[in-house]
């Protein structure tokens, strides 16, 4: 069964919390966000090994595995418009089309297992592109496809929202720590 697609444009979380999770951007600080990131991570690889992880729980959500390709993606997508703000300042990012790609990838047919490892290297190598921003880096800016204007800051609050809130997607606590 074909999930509807989200076209939602989330960019307001950088700016006000989300009452469906409960992410507050005014909690976000330059000094936590590579740890953040990284505890994103956390608990994902026992949410993918419950026995009912490829099962989705109404036509409308994905499952728990779907969700975790899903966060492992994201991980390696949000390093890359990293990477790419800091090496262009004003990069454009090409569009991602995560409905596609959850087809295209065949999530719900992907390990669970092998997608467990896969989400926590993901979620280290992006804390570790953000623990290597400098001091003078951290206005630099990308745009979306949309239009939607980022600074390497405001990019980073949207992508913890992203983050944290798939957490509470599939029964986790939207932060650890």
Known sequence: MAITPDT??????IERSCAD???DPSTVR???????IAR??????AALARPDATVRPDERTWSVLEYGCHLRDVH?????????????????FANWDQDATAIEDAYAEQDPGVVAGELAREAADFAAAYRAVGDEDWARTGLRSNGSAFTVE?????????L?????DV???PRVG
């Not at 390696?76 to 454009?92: F, T």
């Not at 405001?154 to 992203?162: G, I, N, P, R």
């Open 40 to 45: 994103s991570a956390i608990g994902w690889d």
């Open 30 to 36: 330059r000094a936590d966000i590579a740890d953040r």
């Open 171 to 173: 029964g986790l606590a």
């Open 164 to 168: 944290e809130h798939h957490r509470v």
């Open 154 to 162: 405001s990019f980073a609050v949207y992508a913890l929202h992203d």
């Open 21 to 23: 999770c409960g992410f």
């Open 8 to 13: 939602k444009d989330w960019t307001w979380v």
């Open 76 to 92: 390696r997508i949000m390093r890359e418009r990293l990477q790419l703000m800091l090496a262009r300042d004003g990069a454009a």
